[in-house]
C-alpha cells in the first residue's frame, strides 16, 4: 500500500478460517488508475488474492439507484381492500368509462418514461440497453430530485425504429409521459416525430430540445452582458446532428436571424443534396448571407460560437478572428471544441458542459422542471411557445445585479430553477 502512494483509511476481517483470512481494506487513491496499481501490488504479494476491488461511484450504483415504494400504507384489511380486490374494481370501471380519469386516479399523473435503446449514449456511444440502464436510473433520480417526478428507465434490445415506435405507443397507457433518450440520429428525429403525431402524451427528446433551451437560456443572458441584440448578432453552429438541429430551430422561434451551421465539412451548403431530411432542412433554412467554407472560416467575423459537435476543432486563434465581445459556447464533453482557457484570451464570455469550468451548460436545468410543467397542466403535446418559456425562465432565475460573465446560467442546484420553468411551461401548454 505505501509503496504505491495509496492512503489506507480501514482494514476490517470479514471472514476468517484456519486456512485463509479474508480481509476488507479501503484506501484513498488519485483517481481509477491508481486504485489499479494497488490492486496489482497487492495480488503481487505472496499468499494474497484480490477477489474484487470498488470504489464509491461504483457502490453508489450497487444494485442501481431507484427502488419503488408505495404510498399508502397497507396496515389491516381495510386498507387492502380499498388498495386492492374489491374496492380497486370500482376505480378500474370509472377508468374504462372515462379514460382521462388515468390521468387523475393512477401513477400517470406523475409517471414519465425515460426510454433508450443505448446507441448514442453521451460520450459513450453505441453501448447497447444494459449498459446504458445507469444513465437513465441517473436520469430518473434527477427527474425526482429535482421535480418530484416519477421516472422509470425503460431500456429497448431494438435499434429499429419501427419497434421503438410500437413499443413506445404500447406502454404509453401508464405514463404521462416520454422522456426519449441517447438514441442515434437520424432515427431519433422519426421516433420523436411519429410518436408526438401518435401518442395523446408529450414526447421530449432531452438530447434535442433540452440541451436547445439550456442553450437559450444561457445565450439571452450572455447577450445582456455584451449588450447585444439577439436578432442582430451572427452565430455561428457547429454540428448539424440532433442537438444542433434543436438548437437551430429554437434558436430561430426565439428570433435569431442569421445562424450558419457547420457539419464534418464546413458551412452546410444550400446548392448539396444532402440526403437525411433534417441536414437538408438546415441548409435551406439558415446562413442567409450565404458563407461558405469551413468552420474556422465561418467563425471570422461571428458573435456567437455555440459548438455540439467534436473536440479541439478550434483555436484561440480562431476565436481572435471573432467580432468584439464575442461569446463561446464549446459544449462538447468532455473535451470541448476550444480549450476554454484559450478561448477567454479573446471571447467576453466562455460556457462548456463540464462542471470545472463557468457557467456549465446542463440538461438538467430544463428537463426535471420542463416535465413538471408538462404534467400539471395535463399537457398532451410540446410546443416552440413552452420551449422558449422554459429558456426564459431559467435565464430570469439570475438578477440583473447576480449577472456577470462568470455567471449566466444558473448552478444546476438552484432550487428555483426547476418551479420556474413547471410555471412557465404548464402556464405556455395551458
Same mark, same amino acid.
Given at each position: 500500500? $505505501?509503496?504505491?502512494?495509496?492512503?489506507?483509511?480501514?482494514?476490517?476481517?470479514?471472514?476468517?478460517?484456519?486456512?485463509?483470512?479474508?480481509?476488507?481494506?479501503?484506501?484513498?487513491?488519485?483517481?481509477?488508475?491508481?486504485?489499479?496499481?494497488? @490492486?496489482?501490488?497487492?495480488?503481487?504479494?505472496?499468499?494474497?488474492?484480490?477477489?474484487?476491488?470498488?470504489?464509491?461511484?461504483?457502490?453508489?450504483?450497487?444494485?442501481?439507484?431507484?427502488?419503488?415504494?408505495?404510498?399508502?400504507?397497507?396496515?389491516?384489511?381495510?386498507?387492502?381492500?380499498?388498495?386492492?380486490?374489491?374496492?380497486?374494481?370500482?376505480?378500474?370501471?370509472?377508468?374504462?368509462?372515462?379514460?382521462?380519469?388515468?390521468?387523475?386516479?393512477?401513477?400517470?399523473?406523475?409517471?414519465?418514461?425515460?426510454?433508450?435503446?443505448?446507441?448514442?449514449?453521451?460520450?459513450?456511444?453505441?453501448?447497447?440497453? +444494459?449498459?446504458? !440502464? &445507469?444513465? !437513465?436510473?441517473?436520469?430518473?433520480?434527477? *427527474?425526482?430530485?429535482?421535480? =418530484?417526478?416519477?421516472?422509470?428507465?425503460?431500456?429497448?434490445?431494438?435499434?429499429?425504429?419501427?419497434?421503438?415506435?410500437?413499443?413506445?405507443?404500447?406502454?404509453?397507457?401508464?405514463?404521462?409521459?416520454?422522456?426519449?433518450? =441517447? #438514441?442515434?440520429?437520424?432515427?431519433? *428525429?422519426?421516433?420523436?416525430?411519429?410518436?408526438?403525431?401518435?401518442?395523446?402524451?408529450?414526447?421530449?427528446?432531452?438530447?434535442?430540445?433540452?440541451?436547445?433551451?439550456?442553450?437559450?437560456?444561457?445565450?439571452?443572458?450572455?447577450?445582456?452582458?455584451?449588450?447585444?441584440?439577439?436578432?442582430?448578432?451572427?452565430?455561428?453552429?457547429?454540428?448539424?446532428?440532433?442537438?444542433?438541429? %434543436?438548437?437551430?430551430?429554437?434558436? !430561430?422561434?426565439?428570433?435569431?436571424?442569421? #445562424?450558419?451551421?457547420?457539419?464534418?465539412?464546413?458551412?452546410? =451548403?444550400?446548392?448539396? =443534396?444532402?440526403?437525411?431530411?433534417?441536414?437538408?432542412?438546415?441548409?435551406?433554412?439558415?446562413?442567409?448571407?450565404?458563407?461558405?467554407?469551413?468552420?474556422? $472560416?465561418?467563425?471570422?467575423?461571428?458573435?456567437?460560437?455555440?459548438?455540439? @459537435?467534436?473536440?479541439?476543432?478550434?483555436?484561440?486563434?480562431?476565436?481572435?478572428?471573432?467580432?468584439?465581445?464575442? #461569446?463561446?459556447?464549446?459544449?462538447?464533453?468532455?473535451?470541448? +471544441?476550444?480549450? &476554454?482557457?484559450?478561448?477567454?484570451?479573446?471571447?467576453?464570455?466562455?460556457?462548456?458542459?463540464?462542471?470545472?469550468?463557468?457557467?456549465?451548460?446542463?440538461?438538467?436545468?430544463?428537463?426535471?422542471?420542463?416535465?413538471?410543467?408538462?404534467?400539471?397542466?395535463?399537457?398532451?403535446?410540446?410546443?416552440?411557445?413552452?420551449?422558449?418559456?422554459? %429558456?426564459?425562465?431559467?435565464?430570469?432565475? #439570475?438578477?440583473?445585479? +447576480?449577472?456577470?460573465?462568470?455567471?449566466?446560467?444558473?448552478?444546476?442546484?438552484?432550487?428555483?430553477?426547476? &418551479?420556474?420553468?413547471?410555471?412557465?411551461?404548464?402556464?405556455?401548454?395551458?
Amino acid at each position: 500500500m $505505501a509503496t504505491t502512494g495509496a492512503a489506507l483509511t480501514a482494514l476490517d476481517v470479514v471472514e476468517s478460517t484456519q486456512d485463509a483470512l479474508i480481509v476488507d481494506i479501503s484506501c484513498d487513491t488519485r483517481d481509477a488508475d491508481h486504485a489499479q496499481q494497488v @490492486s496489482e501490488a497487492l495480488e503481487a504479494l505472496n499468499g494474497v488474492s484480490v477477489h474484487r476491488s470498488s470504489d464509491r461511484t461504483f457502490l453508489l450504483h450497487l444494485g442501481g439507484k431507484l427502488e419503488s415504494t408505495p404510498k399508502v400504507p397497507l396496515r389491516n384489511r381495510d386498507d387492502l381492500s380499498r388498495a386492492y380486490t374489491p374496492g380497486v374494481a370500482r376505480v378500474c370501471q370509472a377508468i374504462a368509462e372515462n379514460p382521462e380519469e388515468a390521468r387523475r386516479l393512477t401513477i400517470k399523473r406523475n409517471t414519465v418514461a425515460v426510454v433508450t435503446d443505448g446507441s448514442a449514449v453521451l460520450g459513450l456511444g453505441n453501448i447497447g440497453p +444494459e449498459a446504458s !440502464m &445507469p444513465v !437513465m436510473e441517473g436520469k430518473a433520480v434527477l *427527474f425526482k430530485q429535482f421535480a =418530484d417526478v416519477d421516472a422509470w428507465p425503460v431500456a429497448l434490445d431494438t435499434q429499429d425504429t419501427e419497434e421503438i415506435i410500437a413499443i413506445c405507443k404500447a406502454l404509453a397507457p401508464a405514463y404521462g409521459g416520454i422522456n426519449l433518450e =441517447d #438514441i442515434s440520429a437520424p432515427r431519433c *428525429f422519426e421516433i420523436e416525430a411519429r410518436l408526438r403525431d401518435e401518442l395523446d402524451i408529450p414526447v421530449f427528446h432531452d438530447d434535442q430540445h433540452g440541451t436547445a433551451i439550456v442553450t437559450l437560456a444561457a445565450l439571452e443572458n450572455a447577450l445582456k452582458v455584451v449588450k447585444k441584440d439577439l436578432k442582430a448578432v451572427r452565430v455561428v453552429l457547429s454540428g448539424a446532428g440532433a442537438a444542433g438541429h %434543436a438548437i437551430a430551430k429554437l434558436l !430561430m422561434a426565439a428570433g435569431v436571424e442569421d #445562424i450558419v451551421v457547420c457539419g464534418r465539412d464546413g458551412v452546410l =451548403d444550400k446548392e448539396v =443534396d444532402h440526403k437525411d431530411p433534417h441536414r437538408a432542412w438546415l441548409a435551406q433554412n439558415t446562413n442567409p448571407h450565404g458563407v461558405t467554407g469551413s468552420l474556422k $472560416a465561418a467563425v471570422g467575423g461571428s458573435d456567437v460560437f455555440i459548438g455540439v @459537435s467534436a473536440p479541439d476543432l478550434l483555436d484561440g486563434d480562431d476565436i481572435a478572428t471573432m467580432n468584439d465581445d464575442a #461569446i463561446v459556447f464549446a459544449m462538447s464533453n468532455p473535451n470541448p +471544441e476550444v480549450d &476554454p482557457l484559450a478561448a477567454g484570451e479573446h471571447a467576453a464570455i466562455v460556457a462548456t458542459g463540464r462542471s470545472d469550468y463557468p457557467n456549465q451548460i446542463n440538461n438538467v436545468l430544463a428537463f426535471p422542471g420542463f416535465f413538471r410543467g408538462l404534467l400539471d397542466a395535463k399537457a398532451s403535446e410540446i410546443t416552440d411557445e413552452m420551449l422558449v418559456a422554459a %429558456a426564459d425562465a431559467i435565464a430570469q432565475c #439570475i438578477s440583473a445585479e +447576480e449577472l456577470n460573465p462568470g455567471y449566466i446560467i444558473p448552478s444546476t442546484f438552484d432550487a428555483d430553477v426547476a &418551479p420556474n420553468v413547471a410555471e412557465a411551461v404548464s402556464a405556455a401548454a395551458r
